[in-house]
């Protein structure tokens, strides 16, 4: 039995959910698994996986918000972030000195990886996408890209090859020769599954964002249900509020629900109203949803890419929250057809264990 240490960054919740299903596979596979994460990412994981070990490992908060003055303020907070990777790097190795482990994964943990020790590093984004007015930075991004690929073994890239089947676009085109020899493109991961349910609910709406750009959806969002026909369920993220349901005419809206309270509501939705982060247009994936509406945040170059990418597909429509008709872009959403059929998470980790992790750890 090999031991594994998983890191996911705690930067929202994609991290720690993609990284389930892989866990689930080590151990399957009879390997023991220790959690090192921090806030709701490590919450997330306790709860899915009471019997795992577990250590309070603190990474570093999101150094930037939303708006179109983000990509100015994350520069700012580069050498915050820098200072940041090398205690977690110290804090690794301290961690590695006390216990044996045979094989340490990091999820975007800039600072997880060891000499000692195999180190894979799971990332979507080996490439990043920003406006031509900052291409000097996108240029140096590839150069940081480079350096930091060649402190892991390999990168596993929860997406399909490039071509017509990827969900990241250029995001995951590997850029450098470094990340090209070290690249395995494990296909879609996914903590949510698909489970026999009736498709009841014509909508689900999904709010999400750092603030203020969440609060602002919801106002939009809210503002706009009286002029829908049908009924459905608005999430509104906001798990500091009061749990109890209102009622706004056929709608139910909820502050949080619990993982798989979530699981349940996306599989009963006929249409998903949600942002376009990657984890969640992995999750429409997995569950071969048709119909929605992508919501990017304003100023996530990321996410702004995802939805254009989509939109210029032919897989979802997409609009911008400022110009929001739910009533005619729900319209529009019906013209597009969704992802393509790809390959499901339960056989991207068979193959991902198969091709990758049993070299470390049989």
């Not at 799971?122 to 490439?127: K, R, T």
């Not at 939009?220 to 798990?239: C, E, F």
């Not at 139910?252 to 996306?266: A, D, I, P, R």
Request: glycine fraction near 6%; proline fraction near 7%; include cysteine.
């Amino acid at each position: 039995m090999a031991h594994v240490l998983v890191s996911p960054l705690n930067w929202g919740l994609g991290h720690a959910t993609r990284d389930i299903p892989v866990i689930r596979t080590l151990l399957a596979h009879g390997h023991e698994v220790t959690i090192a994460a921090c806030g709701n990412a490590l919450s997330v994981l306790r709860k899915e996986f009471p019997d795992c070990h577990w250590i309070e490992y603190p990474d570093y908060p999101i150094p930037f918000g939303s708006g179109h003055l983000f990509i100015p303020k994350f520069c700012a907070t580069l050498p915050f972030l820098f200072r940041a990777t090398v205690r977690e790097h110290a804090t690794l190795e301290a961690i590695l000195a006390k216990d044996r482990y045979d094989l340490v994964i990091s999820d975007n943990r800039l600072g997880v990886y060891s000499s000692r020790v195999p180190s894979i590093f799971i990332s979507h984004q080996l490439h990043y996408h920003l406006p031509l007015l900052y291409w000097p930075v996108e240029c140096l991004g590839i150069l940081v890209n480079q350096n930091l690929h060649e402190r892991y073994d390999r990168i596993i890239v929860p997406d399909n090859p490039p071509g017509p089947l990827s969900l990241a676009g250029k995001l995951s085109r590997p850029q450098t020769d470094v990340a090209r020899e070290r690249v395995f493109f494990s296909g879609i991961l996914s903590g949510t599954r698909q489970i026999a349910c009736t498709q009841d609910l014509d909508y689900l709406v999904v709010i999400s964002g750092p603030e203020p750009q969440r609060t602002f959806l919801e106002k939009t969002i809210l503002a706009n249900l009286k002029n829908l026909d049908g009924s459905g369920v608005v999430l509104l993220g906001s798990p500091q509020k009061p749990r109890a349901a209102t009622r706004i005419g056929d709608w139910t809206c909820v502050s949080y629900v619990s993982t798989e309270e979530k699981v349940e509501l996306m599989n009963r939705a006929q249409c998903v109203i949600c942002r376009s982060g990657y984890t969640t247009m992995m999750e429409l994936a997995e569950l071969g949803k048709d119909r929605a509406l992508l919501i990017p945040t304003p100023g996530q170059t990321e996410q702004e890419y995802l939805s254009w990418y989509y939109e210029q597909n032919g897989w979802y429509h997409s609009q911008d929250q400022n110009h929001l008709d739910l009533k005619d872009d729900l319209e529009l959403a019906r013209r597009y057809r969704g992802f393509p059929a790809m390959p499901k998470t339960s056989a991207n980790t068979r193959r991902l264990y198969d091709e990758i992790l049993a070299e470390y750890l049989e």
